[in-house]
């Protein structure tokens, strides 16, 4: 049974990839904070060098111990997959934007 929950910080999303350190699969923010991390550039050039090699089972350089404890740690941070608006505007929302908006052309 597939599962939703991110390997690294344990939160719930649809979406999980592949880490770059290690064999995790893991959401969106620990991907972001991965490729944040300075030892990325290396992990992916590790991989890539042993795929070149012939060898597709190597299991990445390692999670490094601060990445671990950040991913575990950090607040869920705004990525660009997230919705700004989870459901429009409905009537009476969409009446005082207008009078909002009003406020700052009467005088143009
Ligand atoms: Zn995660």
Known sequence: MLSNQCERC?????ILTGSWFN???ICPQCQ???TEHP???KAKRVENEHCFNGNYNFEG???PKDLEVVSRI???IDLEDK???QQPLNKKEEKD???????????V
């Open 10 to 14: 344990e939160r719930q999303n649809q």
């Open 23 to 25: 064999t995790q699969m």
């Open 32 to 34: 972001q904070l991965e």
């Open 39 to 41: 030892l990325y550039e």
């Open 61 to 63: 350089i390692g999670l």
């Open 74 to 76: 950090a607040s869920d």
């Open 83 to 85: 919705p700004k608006f």
């Open 97 to 107: 934007m207008i009078s909002f908006l009003n406020l700052y052309t009467k005088e």
